[in-house]
């Protein structure tokens, strides 16, 4: 069971307060899929995604990517209950999407280093360890169902 | 395998980097020790608190050997041999331990450069740096 001192759930509360989800999210995703070529196996069904720049205009992208980060909220309104709240989540990501569950940890990078860009210094050391913290109780949830 | 695009790209972003070394390195070792902080335990003989002396000097050596490697990439094992003998035999630092700074150092370009850090360019220096860490593990195996 992870512990959250109160600096630790107010940093999280304003970090995800001060995302913008409909840039945020298609960015991220859009990263993931650049960075680690790789995990376009799990988008067949999405269209071009040959270059960069057809990543990045690429609507289903965008849109997933809003999607994705959208799920996030639950975690940042269930502080205490991370690995109950993405259970089923978790299951489909296992047995109907056969998704490699180290693919989470790539994804949560890549959203870290899109809110770098985009809160600057603000991002702060202390900020960073206190949200990747917070990703990594997420990505704990959301590989804990599969068997 | 980076595309002559790529390799241009690497070599500007780290020539840029060279004036503001001592930042960007010490910054990016800071955020490795907070995010990790199993990663002190090779830096138990320093002082690795805030802008301290050896952070900086530490962060400045690390920003300067990325842009040297980056101006030879089909080089860089020779380039970087006796660093690579170094962290092998001497530090025996856990291989593991570079993705956690590589990460950082992404961070720390990201807040540097804000959107001029751009997805292609996220993932030209991702690349380089899987590259530079490679060799610097590899007299381990």
Redesign the interface.
Known sequence: MVEWSDSERKTIASVWGKIKVDKIGP?TL??VL??YPWTQRYFGSFGNLSS?SA??ANLKVANHGKTVLNALDKAVKNLDGIKATYSELSQLHCNTLNVDPDNFRLLA?CL???V??????E?N??V??TW?KFLSVVVAALSSRYH | MLSNTEKELIVQIWDKMIPVAEDIGSEALLRMFTTFPKTKTYFSHLDISPRSEHLRCHGKKIVQALAEGARNISTLTTTLAPLSRFHAYQLRIHPTNFKLLNHCILVTLACYMGENFTPVAHAAIDKYLSAFSAVLAEKFR
């Open positions: 960015q859009a990263r650049i960075v960069a990543v990045l990078d870290t280093i899109v770098a860009t985009s809160f600057r210094s991002f050391p202390a960073q360890a990747q």
